[in-house]
């Protein structure tokens, strides 16, 4: 019962704040605000185009950007089987490094036939669904977290 009081307080003062806030007049801004605002929004303009977004690059060092990123998509993927492969040649040997690459080299061979499976045997649609499904999961616990965050610590 105390706490109800304290919050119908406390939004009785800042109705009474906001009122005050209201009333007073506006305050200008700086005299010389709109000249720095201009000559920042020149300086950002002026930059060269590798110091701007890469949305704003021309095209070839955009391509060039991409191709750098699937080339190394590609020497990861590769990397990955290489190393598996090296894991799995390591298990061959017996003592107690064969115990630990086995299991190494199970769960590395599972990780990459997942992959492969979804790159190369999943259809397009499936991907798509389950990118849709992901993202609605994905959207979920963030909405349940938020619930659970209102519910739990903030005092309404």
């Given at each position: 019962?105390?706490?109800?009081?304290?919050?119908?307080?406390?939004?009785?003062?800042?109705?009474?704040?906001?009122?005050?806030?209201?009333?007073?007049?506006?305050?200008?801004?700086?005299?010389?605000?709109?000249?720095?605002?201009?000559?920042?929004?020149?300086?950002?303009?002026?930059?060269?185009?590798?110091?701007?977004?890469?949305?704003?690059?021309?095209?070839?060092?955009?391509?060039?950007?991409?191709?750098?990123?699937?080339?190394?998509?590609?020497?990861?993927?590769?990397?990955?089987?290489?190393?598996v492969a090296v894991i799995?040649?390591?298990?061959?040997?017996?003592?107690?490094?064969?115990?630990?690459?086995?299991?190494?080299?199970?769960?590395?061979?599972?990780?990459?036939?997942?992959?492969?499976?979804?790159?190369?045997?999943?259809?397009?649609?499936?991907?798509?669904?389950?990118?849709?499904?992901?993202?609605?999961?994905?959207?979920?616990?963030?909405?349940?977290?938020?619930?659970?965050?209102?519910?739990?610590?903030?005092e309404v």
């Amino acid at each position: 019962m105390q706490m109800n009081r304290d919050r119908n307080a406390e939004d009785a003062d800042e109705v009474i704040v906001d009122r005050c806030l209201r009333d007073l007049a506006p305050r200008r801004a700086p005299a010389t605000l709109e000249a720095r605002v201009i000559a920042e929004i020149r300086r950002r303009a002026d930059r060269p185009w590798w110091r701007r977004e890469i949305a704003h690059w021309p095209g070839a060092p955009r391509a060039a950007v991409a191709a750098a990123c699937a080339a190394s998509a590609v020497l990861a993927w590769r990397a990955g089987a290489w190393i598996v492969a090296v894991i799995g040649g390591l298990s061959g040997h017996g003592g107690a490094v064969a115990s630990w690459t086995r299991a190494a080299a199970g769960g590395l061979a599972a990780i990459h036939a997942t992959l492969l499976i979804a790159t190369v045997d999943l259809p397009p649609v499936w991907a798509c669904a389950g990118l849709l499904i992901a993202g609605g999961l994905y959207a979920a616990l963030l909405g349940l977290g938020a619930l659970a965050y209102r519910a739990l610590y903030l005092e309404v």
